[in-house]
């Protein structure tokens, strides 16, 4: 007489047990871009400002905090916050959504398993396309905004937030030791991958960023255009 009972009572158990990792799985691959969205929103609220700063003989408390720490100071404290360059070889540094990350240089972007590898370290440099130090001629950067941050390394997010970027909007490349700085002019998105953004013909130099959008799809390609203004 239990057997009913107790097959619909396993039933049960199994289809909650399914639902709530299911509502888990979620949370945790959505936890990056809501974060990042979040302290976005917070820092704009309260006006708390990123600047760039140099190499410093003065120790970095926020480099000894954990994880938490970090995220807990940045809600916490109203004081500007301060980036310094992770790669002055070729790196890029955007302020305003507080990306930092070393370039890698000439990486193929129609073999995924050497973009894939590239990316887990920072953001590509498309292989062909323009270096800063060029007089005229396109820099094409690449990165992931994504939600599995857990297979594709620490910089899987980095480009969570680049569709917050507008025209006037500052974007710091450093290479050899120097900071090209470019200004935000022109943002689109795009079906697909839409190869003109990368193979388009300039006669003066021109940054161009691109990701997937939105973060976590790979529906549509977010391209940033920005224009040299000083070095």
């Known amino acids: 007489m239990n057997t009913v009972p107790k097959k619909k009572f396993l039933r049960l158990i199994i289809g909650n ?9 979620v949370l945790i691959t959505w936890t990056p871009i809501l974060k990042d969205e979040v302290v976005y929103q917070w820092r704009r ?6 600047t760039l700063q140099f190499p410093s003989s003065k120790p970095q408390l926020q480099n000894n905090l954990t994880p938490f720490g970090k995220l807990l100071s940045q809600v916490i404290d109203t004081n500007p916050i301060t980036l310094e360059p992770v790669d002055r070889n070729f790196g890029i540094v955007i302020e305003k959504i507080g990306v930092n990350a070393p370039v890698i240089k000439n990486v193929s972007v129609t073999d995924a398993t050497a973009y894939n590898n590239a990316l887990r370290f920072g953001v590509a440099h498309a292989e062909g396309s323009a270096l800063p130090s060029d007089p ?96």
Request: glycine share 6%.
């Open 17 to 25: 047990t399914l639902l709530l990792s299911s509502v888990l799985i």
């Open 45 to 50: 609220l309260i006006g708390q400002k990123t």
């Open 136 to 231: 005229r001629g396109n820099i094409y950067l690449f990165a992931h905004s994504s939600l599995n941050f857990w297979q594709l390394g620490h910089y899987a997010t980095v480009f969570n937030l680049l569709r917050k970027l507008t025209a006037g909007d500052k974007v710091h490349i450093f290479y050899e030791n120097k900071d090209y700085v470019y200004t935000v002019i022109d943002k689109q998105v795009v079906t697909g991958f839409d190869t003109y953004s990368l193979e388009r013909k300039t006669i003066e130099p021109v940054l161009t960023l691109q990701t997937c959008d939105p973060p976590g799809t790979t529906i549509n390609r977010l391209v940033i255009t920005a224009k040299l203004v000083g070095i």
